[in-house]
């Protein structure tokens, strides 16, 4: 499999780049980043497969990029929204070229998201705090949106009864997502993690993952792209093919 990494100098794609040049079944066919031609390396190198992990602000048009420049897209990037989800659908049919999305390629962590869903059936409080690296430019992270969105489903609501009268500091119950609330750690020493709290009347379930090492994405990032690579679909979600 041909594979071109966009986004190659941050923390995410030089991860990618190491893995596929380690990987016998994996060529790299382009390592593109801020100021390279994503649309002239696909027409001078062509690919099977782009694996891109860049900025949330250039998401719609690196996907239409690498649509419409032949390849299948494998997009770690955050910050799709259902309208976007419709429109990548769109260019899916007309390009016949497969778009698999994830906000989070760690098995275990997709794991954790599918626990927290099944236990959001049985309790009525939830909260979810994540932490990250001082680094991360968006919050709260795009797995804690998708975690919060499937434990909803079922139009599930939450945290029926606090009783937040009088903040003593603004944003301090954190953001709201149907009623879960949703709190963002910044600092260094963490890679990922995040913890779902569910609360009932005499006891709560927490449900915690942690990424130590960014090598914890790529067993993800492959069966993504083996799964895309001939397929004319849109997925959103690693879960999927679980
Ligand atoms: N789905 C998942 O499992 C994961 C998703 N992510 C997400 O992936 C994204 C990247 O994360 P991370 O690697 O930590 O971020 P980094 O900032 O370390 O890396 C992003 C890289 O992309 C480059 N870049 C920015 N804009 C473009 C562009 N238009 N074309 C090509 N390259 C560009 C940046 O260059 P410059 O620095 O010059 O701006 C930088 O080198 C984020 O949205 C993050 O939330 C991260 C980890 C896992
Ligand atoms: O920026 C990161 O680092 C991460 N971003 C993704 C997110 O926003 O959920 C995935 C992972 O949490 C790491």
Redesign the pocket.
């Known amino acids: 499999m041909r594979v071109t990494v966009?986004?190659s100098?941050?923390?995410?794609?030089a991860t990618v780049v190491e893995f596929v040049k380690a990987k016998d079944d994996l060529t790299l066919a382009g390592s593109?980043?801020?100021g390279?031609s994503?649309a002239d390396s696909l027409a001078s190198n062509p690919a099977d497969v782009v694996v891109d992990?860049?900025?949330?602000e250039?998401r719609m048009e690196?996907v239409r990029t690498i649509l419409f420049g032949g390849a299948a897209a494998v997009v770690?990037?955050?910050g799709f929204t259902p309208n976007d989800l419709e429109q990548i659908r769109a260019w899916v049919k007309e390009t016949g070229k497969g778009c698999f999305i994830?906000?989070?390629?760690?098995i275990g962590n997709v794991l954790m998201q599918q626990f927290a869903k099944k236990a959001a059936e049985y309790y009525d409080y939830a909260e979810i705090i994540e932490y990250h690296h001082e680094?991360?430019v968006?919050f709260p992270s795009?797995t804690a949106v998708k975690t919060a969105e499937l434990m909803c489903e079922n139009n599930k609501t939450f945290n029926p009864k606090t009783n937040d009268q009088v903040a003593n500091v603004e944003g301090a119950r954190g953001g709201d997502f149907e009623g879960i609330k949703l709190h963002a750690v910044r600092m260094p020493g963490f890679v990922a993690s995040q913890e779902v709290i569910l609360g009932a009347p005499g006891q709560y379930l927490t449900i915690r993952h942690d990424s130590i090492e960014r090598t914890s994405?790529m067993p993800g990032v492959y069966m993504a792209s083996q799964y895309i690579k001939d397929r004319a679909e849109l997925v959103y979600g690693l879960e999927h093919i679980l």
Do not use: E, Q
Request: net charge neutral.
């Open positions: 966009n986004g100098m941050g923390k995410m794609g593109i980043d801020m390279d994503l992990f860049t900025r949330p250039v690196t770690g990037t955050t994830a906000p989070n390629f760690i680094n991360k968006d795009g994405y």
